[in-house]
């Protein structure tokens, strides 16, 4: 379950919320387009998948934690 420890916003955060699921479904994708091997589509639209539903619960708990303070935040990035 995630935790809120902290609101990070500077550097890449300051435009991005969730850089490390944003970037890995990227190089992913990235092998797969290189690759060639289409099949690897099913398993990358289902990690795609999983990771909107943690983005989801961990914007929850920013939420609950940190208020409108998190809600402004969200409102200037990008994704």
């Not at 990235?30 to 060639?36: A, D, F, K, Q, R």
């Not at 099949?39 to 639209?45: D, R």
Request: charged content about 15%; aromatic content about 16%.
């Amino acid at each position: 379950m995630p935790a809120a420890k902290g609101l990070a916003t500077r550097g890449i955060y300051s435009k991005i919320r969730h850089p490390l699921y944003i970037f890995l479904d990227l190089v992913l994708l990235s092998v797969l387009l290189i690759t060639g091997l289409w099949w690897l589509v099913i398993i990358w639209g289902v990690l795609v998948t999983l990771h909107l539903i943690y983005m989801e619960k961990e914007e929850a708990v920013l939420a609950a934690a940190f208020g409108d303070k998190y809600t402004e935040y969200k409102n200037g990035t990008w994704f």
